[in-house]
């Protein structure tokens, strides 16, 4: 299973990016998907996070401004970031829950992250 992340960029602040994550391989359903993201010297943080059914939570930080959307049909993740601020900056990594076959539990996977890059 691999999960491929696309999307980040430089921006100026108050701009606009869209990133995507495309789950590919074997694949039997994915259950939770979501980013999360890394700033220098500091943890890795939830994003936001959308549900098989469309249930999504996001952080304080974003709500508001970032819109979480999901394609099941592709087991493409989207991350809408709207009015982008200097502190978003940050590595960007898209993660799934998802099941292999019908009989393995689900198991949590992680895209190779993405650059975004906000200019003041």
């Known amino acids: 299973v691999q999960l491929q992340a696309s999307g980040g960029g430089l921006v100026q602040a108050g701009g606009s990016l869209r990133l995507s994550c495309a789950a590919s391989?074997?694949?039997?359903?994915?259950?939770?998907m979501g980013w999360y993201r890394q700033a220098p010297g500091k943890q890795r943080e939830l994003v936001a996070s959308i549900t098989s059914d469309g249930n999504t939570n996001y952080a304080d930080s974003v709500k508001g401004r970032f819109t979480i959307s999901r394609d099941n049909a592709k087991n493409t993740v989207y991350l809408q970031m709207d009015s982008l601020k200097p502190e978003d900056a940050a590595i960007y990594y898209c993660?799934?829950?998802?099941?292999?076959?019908?009989?393995?539990?689900?198991?949590?996977?992680w895209g190779q992250g993405t650059q975004v890059t906000v200019s003041s």
């Open positions: 993660t799934a829950v998802l099941f292999r076959t019908s009989v393995i539990g689900a198991g949590s996977y």
């Open positions: 391989g074997s694949i039997f359903g994915i259950k939770n």
